[in-house]
């Protein structure tokens, strides 16, 4: 069952002529070493071709984080490795003609370390949006498990019969 839906989906995509609006997730890693000023011109160059080409419908803005595994990438004279990155995301609508040409700008930009862009839906972007939001609660609210542990054990050896 499942396999017709995904050979459905794929003669929808060979069938589009680039005249009818889909929704694009476009998800970015931007490198680690750029000055704040310039991540967020960054991100801001993004999104203004996104917006030029489609319409927005959610985004969050670039934070730093530690990547699951290294990334390395040739440049010029050398191959750079990055273990943390500024990662972002962005939600349009555009048609097949413009999203060709913002995958196009988004791999000529050199800030830019590793992108990926799905089609994906609006419910699915609000999911996304609500998950962050979540995330960043939890991560403002959860305690220091080292922190605990250690005070813990400090009180466990004050009570403890020596």
């Known amino acids: 069952m499942a396999k017709n839906q995904d050979e459905e989906v794929r003669a929808d995509e060979l069938e589009?002529?680039?005249s009818e609006p889909r929704i694009y997730e476009l998800g970015f890693h931007l490198d680690p070493e750029l000055p704040v000023e310039e991540v967020?011109?960054?991100?801001q160059a993004i999104r203004d071709s996104i917006t030029e080409k489609g319409t927005l419908v959610a985004e969050g803005e670039p934070q730093m984080l530690q990547l699951a595994y290294?990334?390395?990438r040739q440049e010029t004279a050398s191959r750079r490795d990055f273990?943390?990155?500024y990662f972002s995301w962005i939600v349009y609508e555009t048609t097949a003609e413009n999203h060709a040409d913002i995958i196009k700008r988004?791999?000529?930009d050199t800030r830019i370390v590793r992108f990926i862009d799905l089609l994906t839906n609006k419910d699915t972007a609000r999911h996304a949006v609500e998950m962050h939001?979540?995330?960043a609660k939890t991560q403002k609210?959860?305690?220091e498990?080292?922190?605990a542990l250690d005070a813990e054990l400090d009180a466990a050896l004050e009570n403890a019969v020596v």
């Not at 967020?40 to 991100?43: G, L, P, Q, S």
């Open 16 to 18: 589009d002529t680039g």
């Open 40 to 43: 967020k011109r960054a991100y």
């Open 70 to 72: 290294t990334i390395s």
């Open 83 to 85: 273990s943390s990155a």
């Open 106 to 108: 988004a791999g000529a």
């Open 133 to 135: 939001e979540l995330f």
């Open 141 to 143: 609210r959860a305690p």
């Open 145 to 147: 498990p080292e922190v």
